[in-house]
């Protein structure tokens, strides 16, 4: 769904983050083992759901500053226009300690990596498969549409012609109008890993379009009210990322949303 304006900002990002405070201890538990994790442009901005979150990632090879203590930095290869600049940042990213890498983002979608099934595996063999053994590597994140040619048929066609990619998890983005509309394409997606031997799925991005840019507050906390314990509750289910750690989202006014306020609860 999004990325594209990220690559324009990430320097801007990059720069105000170094300057923001970043680490802080906190008296929370740690939820360590937590599927939660935060999706971020600016890394001061995963601060206030820290307690709640286990890893981040910020559709990028790099953090962009320090990420909370205890959280996990989760490195993923956007898109073509990273390939240039991936061979060196990955090695800094798993030197750090990151343990997962993410596929491209939403390949099936022409407005964000856009990629065909066969050129994205050739990319991941060339990209990712390399770091097989130094980290579990995680599919291209796929939409939700039912389109022909994208969303789990674009993942599936990928999946068919990446049996050798050694890829342990599959990734997947959700926009929608309803919690059994969630489940149902988040069950789906299990199918979809059971074919191929894989049982973690990853939710990479999920929301309510009527919550995009902080249209309805209120429904969107009763979303995630219903979706997160069932989601908890899903043994291939490894993780998820609600859309996103910014203003008008999780964040409001530098405090919690009544979304965040249940995403950290």
């Given at each position: 769904m999004v990325g594209f304006t990220k690559l324009a900002t990430a320097g801007l990002l990059a720069t105000s983050a170094l300057a923001a405070p970043h680490g802080h201890h906190h008296s929370h538990t740690k939820r360590s083992n937590s599927k939660r994790g935060a999706a971020y442009n600016d890394v001061a901005l995963i601060q206030p759901v820290a307690q709640a979150v286990s890893w981040a990632y910020d559709w990028n090879m790099l953090a962009d500053g320090l990420v909370p203590d205890g959280v996990e930095y989760v490195p993923m290869l956007w898109g073509s226009k990273m390939f240039g600049g991936w061979a060196s940042a990955i090695q800094t990213t798993l030197a750090s300690g990151s343990k997962y890498i993410l596929g491209f983002n939403e390949p099936d979608n022409p407005s964000q990596a856009s990629m065909s099934p066969s050129?994205?595996?050739?990319?991941?063999?060339?990209?990712?498969?390399?770091?097989?053994?130094?980290?579990?590597?995680?599919?291209?994140?796929?939409?939700?549409?039912?389109?022909?040619?994208?969303?789990?048929d674009w993942l599936k066609q990928f999946m068919d012609g990446c049996s050798d990619c050694n890829i342990g998890g599959l990734s997947v983005h959700w926009y929608g109008d309803s919690a059994d509309d969630l489940k149902n394409f988040v069950s789906q997606t299990v199918d979809l890993g059971n074919q191929y031997g894989i049982d973690q799925i990853w939710l990479t991005e999920f929301t309510l379009n009527s919550a995009m840019n902080g249209g309805d507050p209120n429904g969107a906390a009763s979303f995630l009210q219903d979706v997160l314990p069932w989601l908890d509750s899903q043994p291939n289910v490894a993780r998820y990322a609600y859309y996103m750690c910014a203003e008008g989202y999780l964040l409001n006014g530098g405090s919690l949303s009544p979304s965040g306020q249940v995403y950290t609860s």
């Open positions: 050129d994205a595996v050739q990319a991941y063999k060339d990209h990712i498969t390399p770091y097989a053994g130094k980290a579990t590597l995680i599919s291209p994140s796929a939409t939700n549409s039912n389109n022909p040619g994208e969303g789990l």
